[in-house]
């Protein structure tokens, strides 16, 4: 692959359909937008690690969906890492970017050396669509299991929606020629086409799936059926893939698709650009404080007399007039 052709795919997601085997799936290469998000905060290598997979996730899953504004994912734990955020927003007009923004709470004295799961503990994986003014936000959550984040989303689409889901991911802090590095990020996201409502009862034998602690899998969705033998055909060849074919730079998501897949049929269409992006605001943050009494906001504010906020996921700062803030401004 030339240095133009890399750069053409990074930070995108490509779409594609495998038409002999009934799936969809997803490619991407995440790069400057993975690193705008963790250049946000000094984050240890661990918590990097969780939220880059997280980041590749919400890309993947955020191009499956017919957003008209937002997908969240959210990990909520009590261990070391306490909470992970990211948030995908849906282009406002064809050929626009999708924006992607992630950010992590986690206490630095309780993060090990561990591998980066093990600074979870005893929580949740959560998916959050909310398509904007006039609709309901729909949430959707799943015990955290399997030992990867990616399994918890797998997990999520099982139990939630009854979508057999398999994600591959690989990301990590990759050594530059100049002496630097910088993270990338690349996965394949594959997903058997729905035959009925996503909110159906799972058809599955006993109680429970063959997850840990009784969490349904993707292989419990099919059984012993024609579209279970094209499921785990499919998974059998993705299994094939070396991490490295992932992130690149030697082989296109087009070729890496061949590849795998070129017995299937693959058919692609046209890549969704992602970007690093937030949506903060003056005016959001006033949004924000507008619940608030002039009592309140005095105990807000500052010795240099501003009512400050800074947002987490893009690290801008703000300073407001007291006057103005609250329920009760006098401005």
């Known amino acids: 692959m030339t240095i133009g052709s890399k750069l053409a795919w990074d930070d995108t997601v490509l779409p594609f359909q495998l038409d002999h085997a009934d799936i969809r799936g997803r490619v991407a290469r995440l790069d400057g937008v ?3 998000v963790l250049s946000q905060h000094d984050y240890p290598e661990p918590v990097e690690a969780l939220i880059a997979e997280m980041t590749l996730l919400t890309a993947l899953i955020g191009q499956t969906m017919k957003l008209r504004w937002k997908l969240s994912l959210q990990v909520q734990t009590r261990g070391a890492l306490r909470m992970i955020a990211t948030d995908y927003f849906a282009p406002t007009k064809e ?9 992590a709470s ?3 004295d309780q993060v090990t050396d561990a591998p980066a799961y093990d600074q979870l503990e005893d929580g949740y994986f959560a998916v959050l669509i909310d398509q904007g003014k006039g609709t309901t936000p729909y949430q959707g959550i799943t015990p955290l299991a399997g030992g990867q984040l990616a399994r918890c989303a797998e997990s999520y689409f099982a139990q939630s929606e009854q979508i057999p889901t398999r994600f591959m991911l690989n990301f990590g802090n990759v050594p530059q020629a100049d002496g630097s590095s910088h ?3 690349g996965g394949v996201m594959l ?3 729905p035959k009925a409502s996503p909110f159906a009862k799972p058809q599955v034998d006993g109680e429970g799936g063959t997850g840990e602690n009784g969490v349904l899998r993707p292989e419990d969705l099919l059984g012993d059926t024609d579209d279970g033998e094209n499921w785990r055909r499919v998974n059998f060849h993705l299994d094939t893939v070396d991490e490295l074919e992932l992130i690149g730079p030697d082989l296109a998501p087009t070729d890496l698709l ?12 046209d890549a969704q650009p992602v970007r690093f992006g937030c949506t903060c605001s003056e005016d959001r943050v ?3 404080l507008s619940i608030y009494s002039a009592r309140d906001i005095e105990k807000m504010t500052t010795e240099d007399g501003k009512v400050t906020a800074d947002c987490q996921f893009c690290g801008a700062h703000y300073e407001l007039d007291p006057e103005t803030v609250g329920f009760e401004a006098k401005k």
Not at 258 to 269: A, D, I, K, Q, T
């Open 183 to 185: 993270w990338r990020a």
């Open 258 to 269: 061949v590849r795998l897949y070129h017995e299937e049929n693959p058919r692609v269409f």
């Open 191 to 193: 997903q058997h086409m």
């Open 34 to 36: 993975l690193n705008g």
């Open 106 to 108: 986690f206490d630095r």
């Open 286 to 288: 006033r949004q924000s």
């Open 95 to 103: 050929g626009e970017p999708a924006r992607l923004r992630a950010y």
